[in-house]
């Protein structure tokens, strides 16, 4: 499966975004786990938010709760990440991966597919 992810950008601290990634290829999308992850510079990969095959459990990492929001669309092979009341640390290249399993995980290495990234970043 390859994905694609889009909706990066430049916004001001305490802006939103809307991250949006899509599947195509050979797939069965609704047969992955679906999650977010974001890296910024000098640091690892770490989890942002996965969202169940259904789309009917979500998971986000502890710092983020409240402000991201993950959804998919499993008829159009999408998953979107809404970021709202951003902050300067939220800073980074966000990454889409699918993660071809019953239960979310928030292990980078589980996931078996990336998308390439986007950037975003937030200015205060």
């Known amino acids: 499966v390859q994905l694609q992810a889009s909706g990066g950008g430049v916004v001001q601290a305490g802006g939103s975004l809307r991250l949006s990634c899509a599947a195509s290829?050979?797939?069965?999308?609704?047969?992955?786990?679906m999650g977010w992850f974001r890296q910024a510079p000098g640091k690892e990969r770490e989890f942002v938010s996965a969202?169940?095959?259904?789309?009917?459990?979500?998971r986000y990492a502890d710092s983020l709760k409240g402000r991201f929001t993950i959804s998919r669309d499993n008829a159009k092979n999408t998953v979107n990440l809404q970021m709202n009341s951003l902050k300067p640390e939220d800073s980074a290249v966000y990454y889409c991966?699918?993660?071809?399993?019953?239960?979310?995980?928030?292990?980078?290495?589980?996931?078996?597919?990336w998308g390439q990234g986007t950037q975003v970043t937030v200015s205060s």
């Open positions: 991966a699918a993660d071809q399993t019953i239960a979310i995980r928030t292990t980078a290495l589980y996931y078996n597919y």
């Open positions: 290829g050979r797939t069965f999308f609704n047969t992955y786990v």
């Open positions: 969202i169940s095959r259904n789309g009917g459990s979500t």
